[in-house]
């Protein structure tokens, strides 16, 4: 995959968001959290390990005197997701020339979503009432390290971290089929099959969760959709992109992008893991 040249807006603001709680960006950290992200979306298959590392390592080198202020402004207030927009579009707009950088800020933006609506913490905290091997399983190919030092769920603790598994299998597994009626266990499951589809099964199998088996929904549908409405909103609140210099009716090629689903609906950009993946194969000329 091409890496990526650093677009101003739109990779700064990515800095910031990879910032650790001490306002550090430590590249093993960021690569992981950015990993681990474009796994929930699956497109990591989509980007090697390496080009994400000679991303974040040129984004540290990024001068973002010029737009700091904004983005400081932007996550001290209300106007980050909106901001979030227009970075996205930003991306989009580079597509064909910035694969890794459109990569990347995708799963951070799902990243983002998520940590936004609480889906964040609370998947933290079921991972975290897993088996340790488990836990620490998916804490590892995901990435998520944030994870690190948090809560588990109660129901979690009760039934999965105090039980003897190894030695009480099959009590554990009658005891889960008791209790799959519940919220926290239904939500369980729309964590798990939100899971990469081989870390999915293993901890089905390993935790003995196999009522998730039953078409409950993932966490996520793997679609990120936005509008020209949210992207103009963006920049009329001062997001410093020069997207924002193109107008409605610039927009409107991007939106007909393969990335953005085609021009079947230039309405809103939605994309999907196929949508980028449909992409890259376009620019390669495998299509």
């Not at 996205?88 to 609506?117: C, K, P, W």
């Not at 105090?162 to 009626?181: A, L, S």
Request: charged fraction near 15%; hydrophobic fraction near 40%; aromatic fraction near 6%.
């Amino acid at each position: 995959m091409v890496l990526a040249k650093a677009t101003t807006f739109a990779d700064c603001l990515n800095r910031q968001l990879l910032l650790n709680e001490e306002g550090s960006l430590v590249v093993e950290d960021a690569v992981a959290t950015i990993m681990g992200s474009l796994a929930q979306f699956s497109i990591a298959d989509l980007v090697e390990t390496q080009s994400v590392t000679s991303y974040v390592n040129q984004i540290v080198e990024n001068d973002c005197s010029s737009v700091q202020t904004s983005i400081d402004s932007a996550t001290s207030t209300n106007v980050l997701a909106d901001y979030l927009n227009v970075a996205l579009m930003e991306n989009i707009h580079a597509f064909d020339s910035a694969r890794t950088s459109t990569a990347v800020f995708i799963g951070m933006y799902v990243h983002h979503q998520n940590q936004d609506h609480g889906h964040g913490n609370l998947i933290c905290d079921v991972i975290n009432g897993f088996p340790a091997d488990v836990r620490d399983k998916v804490i590892a190919e995901l990435g998520y390290t944030f994870c690190n030092g948090r809560r588990a769920l109660e129901w979690s603790t009760q039934h999965t971290v105090q039980t003897e598994v190894n030695n009480n299998e099959r009590d554990y597994r009658d005891n889960q089929r008791d209790n799959q009626g519940g919220g926290s266990t239904n939500f369980v499951c729309i964590v798990i099959n939100g899971l990469p589809m081989n870390l999915r099964i293993w901890v089905i199998i390993r935790t003995g969760y196999f009522h998730c088996l039953n078409g409950r929904r993932a966490l996520s549908e793997n679609v990120i959709s936005i509008t020209p409405s949210d992207v103009l909103m963006g920049c009329a609140l001062g997001a410093p992109s020069e997207i924002c210099s193109l107008g409605l009716s610039g927009l409107a090629e991007d939106f007909m992008m393969t990335l953005c689903g085609g021009a079947s609906d230039i309405s809103a950009c939605e994309v999907s893991s196929e949508s980028m993946q449909a992409a890259i194969a376009q620019l390669e000329g495998t299509k």
